[in-house]
């Protein structure tokens, strides 16, 4: 069983950065592969970035890729999301997920069976 804790969500304007952090419970958590989500209100649950099982493949969203970096650190069984140059459609709730079944990761929402609560992450213009 794995728990995920995200934080590091707030308000920021336009062009500036946010670093998200998610901490993960479990013996397991380094064979697992980790991923963001997003979801705006009434739209759906998009990705955003992922990391597979060693940190040596990561795959991003076009819509942010060269502005976030998806990192882990399997000693302290956290993962993080830097976040630079951040734009008001970037706003949304911030998830992040581990898939126990596929460590190379997915960008599927559907792959991933374990879920954070959340944290918002809102853009001022």
């Known amino acids: 069983q794995v728990q995920l804790v995200e934080s590091g969500g707030g308000l920021v304007q336009a062009g500036g950065s946010l670093r998200l952090s998610c901490a993960a419970s479990g013996r397991t958590f380094s064979t697992y592969a980790m991923a963001w989500f997003r979801q705006a209100p009434r739209k759906e649950r998009e990705f955003v970035a992922l990391?597979?099982?060693?940190?040596?493949?990561?795959v991003y969203a076009d819509s942010v890729k060269g502005r976030f970096t998806i990192s882990r650190d399997s000693a302290k069984k956290t993962m993080y999301l830097q976040m630079n140059s951040l734009k008001p459609e970037d706003t949304a709730v911030y998830y992040c997920?581990?898939?126990?079944?596929?460590?190379?990761?997915?960008?599927?929402?559907?792959?991933?069976?374990?879920w954070g609560q959340g944290t918002q992450v809102t853009v001022s213009s």
């Open positions: 990391i597979n099982w060693s940190g040596a493949r990561t």
């Open positions: 997920a581990a898939d126990s079944a596929n460590p190379s990761g997915s960008s599927l929402v559907g792959a991933y069976n374990y």
